[in-house]
């Protein structure tokens, strides 16, 4: 929402109960998929005084009466998917459209609706791992056809510069890899993984913007104009390290947990 940047828990979109339906008003930016979707999850608070155990989500058809495009973005990157401005003014939803519970329980907290997140960065991490392995993948063929030999039984020193440094981004991606794994394997199988879905979401989305851009700088003319996609992957994966939350809040969760910390105790 504007103004709310990473806090989830700043939500000012309300949701009040009438009769057999909720009425929705607020903003909502940067939303994935926002025109072409069929329905939106919303999430909105049912009561403001209760903080950040009030926020629920919603179910919303995109021709939910009072529910309008504002307008979409203009983007550096991931072009095909539109991003859209949505406006809810009086829109009324059905009240079985809420996602879980309609009780409010302040000792849960947020918990519940931040799970989301859970199962949702190790998606995004994935995107950034198959992102930046693209662009591996061409890189290598470009420096193949350049007469450079990528040798993994020589040390990196050894060998060309860009071979070297090849190894080192490929070596980057693989720890991004097994992170994005680990996180959704235990998603799968029902473990907790927040601390998992954080540290893959802070790895992979850091090594996709640094592989891609890398791969563009060592291929050259080549990388920079668009006979490759290694330009298009380089814009791409920027948002990777953005959205389902930030490198800066990701490294924050990791501290959090690892130093058994609560939200209030490090900011």
């Known amino acids: 929402e504007p103004g709310t940047g990473s806090d ?6 309300t949701a009040v109960k009438d009769g057999d339906e909720y009425v929705l008003n607020g903003e909502k930016i940067f939303v994935t998929a926002g025109e072409r979707s069929t329905h939106v999850v919303v999430w909105a608070t049912v009561d403001k005084s209760l903080g950040r155990a009030a926020i629920k989500s919603f179910v919303v058809p ?4 009072g529910l309008t495009v504002a307008r979409l973005e203009h983007k550096l990157g991931i072009k095909a998917s539109d ?13 079985d459209n809420i996602l879980g519970s ?3 329980d302040v000792k849960k ?11 949702t960065r190790p998606l995004v991490a994935a995107m950034a791992v ?3 392995r693209a662009a591996l993948e061409e890189l290598r063929q470009i420096l193949s056809d350049a007469g450079v030999e990528i040798d993994y039984d020589v040390p990196a020193n050894s060998q060309h510069a860009a071979a070297a ?11 991004a890899y097994l992170l994005s794994l680990r996180a959704a394997w235990m998603a799968d199988n029902k473990k907790p993984n927040s601390l998992e879905a954080s540290m893959s979401k802070a790895k992979a989305g850091r090594t996709g913007t640094d592989v891609t851009l890398k791969a563009v700088e060592l291929a050259g003319t080549i990388g920079y104009s668009q006979h490759t996609l290694l330009e298009k992957w380089s814009r791409d994966s920027k948002i990777l390290d953005i959205f389902e939350g930030t490198q800066q809040i990701q490294q924050l969760i990791v501290a959090r947990r690892l130093l058994g910390k609560s939200s209030a105790e490090l900011k």
């Open 62 to 65: 995109r021709d939910a009466p």
């Open 8 to 13: 989830s828990g700043a939500i000012r979109t």
């Open 102 to 104: 309609a009780e409010v």
């Open 109 to 119: 907290g947020f918990g519940g609706v931040m799970q989301t997140f859970d199962n």
């Open 130 to 132: 198959g992102c930046s």
């Open 83 to 95: 991003t859209a401005v949505l406006l809810l003014e009086n829109c009324r939803i059905p009240k």
């Open 165 to 175: 440094e090849f190894i080192r981004l490929e070596a980057d991606w693989e720890a």
